[in-house]
């Protein structure tokens, strides 16, 4: 299956254009779904479990927009060249049933540990002193997040995060929908952990699965303690590093326990 002639310029342009909308289009729609879900319409049930008592900056959503919109076009550009190197033959996805549906499933997972520890290890080398400065500190900027802030990055910090999904690709044989969920639950995943507000269930924080989760609590202590919770979708490599706020768990029970 070939999307688009990469030896016509105009098709590469239009291509990446509409790309370009697309992404951001999908950031626009999540965060402003969960924003209206959780802030507007369901702000009564939830505002008690809102993880901050500090005040977010004025013009911070125009900000974290604007951040998101450049990151759009990087990560569009990252799609871009996914599909080029699909095309090409030298990625591992594939559209037919050339592997039993386990494989997928087992590949899905593959790439989301794989995912976990490539951000565990960058974000961790993004706090040094030396490099935060330059490339990190455009994201905590935000020391309150909310919907808007999960893809407001330095260019630079996008570039190292776009770069993951192709070299999965490259490495891993995955279907095109295990592709796509994978997109899907990074939205997803980058939108819940900057609510800011809680919206995972009580005593989740010590469920034999919760407990693995990331979610607005350990994910806006990281944002309130710099040093601390560096994971991306789980706190195993907190855990084993500890790195893991002794916090959360309090935290967590505090914002939950009156639901």
């Not at 951040?67 to 190197?85: D, E, K, M, Q, R």
């Not at 030298?90 to 790439?111: C, E, H, K, R």
């Not at 961790?124 to 802030?149: A, E, G, L, Q």
């Not at 560096?230 to 855990?239: Q, S, V």
């Amino acid at each position: 299956m070939q999307l688009i002639d990469f030896s016509n310029t105009t098709d590469i342009l239009y291509f990446t254009l509409s790309l370009c909308i697309i992404v951001f289009l999908r950031y626009v729609l999540v965060s402003g779904l969960f924003y209206v879900l959780f802030y507007v319409f369901f702000r009564k049930q939830y505002w008690h479990r809102k993880i901050s008592t500090k005040l977010r900056t004025p013009g911070q959503h125009w900000r974290e927009i604007k951040w998101s919109g450049i990151t759009a076009i990087i990560f569009a550009l990252s799609g871009v060249g996914l599909v080029a190197l699909w095309q090409a033959g030298y990625t591992q996805i594939y559209m037919d049933d050339t592997y039993s549906w386990w494989v997928s499933i087992i590949g899905l997972f593959l790439a989301l540990f794989i995912h976990e520890t490539y951000y565990y290890w960058l974000h961790r080398w993004m706090h040094r002193p030396n490099i935060y400065r330059w490339i990190h500190k455009i994201h905590h900027d935000s020391i309150v997040t909310s919907p808007w802030t999960s893809f407001s990055f330095h260019p630079l910090e996008s570039i190292l995060q776009a770069i993951v999904v192709p070299i999965i690709v490259l490495l891993i044989p995955l279907h095109i929908g295990a592709v796509l969920l994978l997109l899907i639950i990074m939205t997803i995943s980058a939108t819940i952990n900057h609510l800011d507000i809680e919206i995972y269930p009580q005593h989740f924080e010590r469920h034999w699965l919760g407990k693995w989760i990331i979610g607005a609590t350990h994910h806006s202590l990281h944002h309130a303690k710099f040093m601390e919770n560096y994971g991306l979708y789980f706190t195993f490599w907190d855990k084993w590093m500890e790195t893991e706020s002794p916090e959360f768990e309090a935290l967590f029970r505090e914002k939950t326990e009156s639901s």
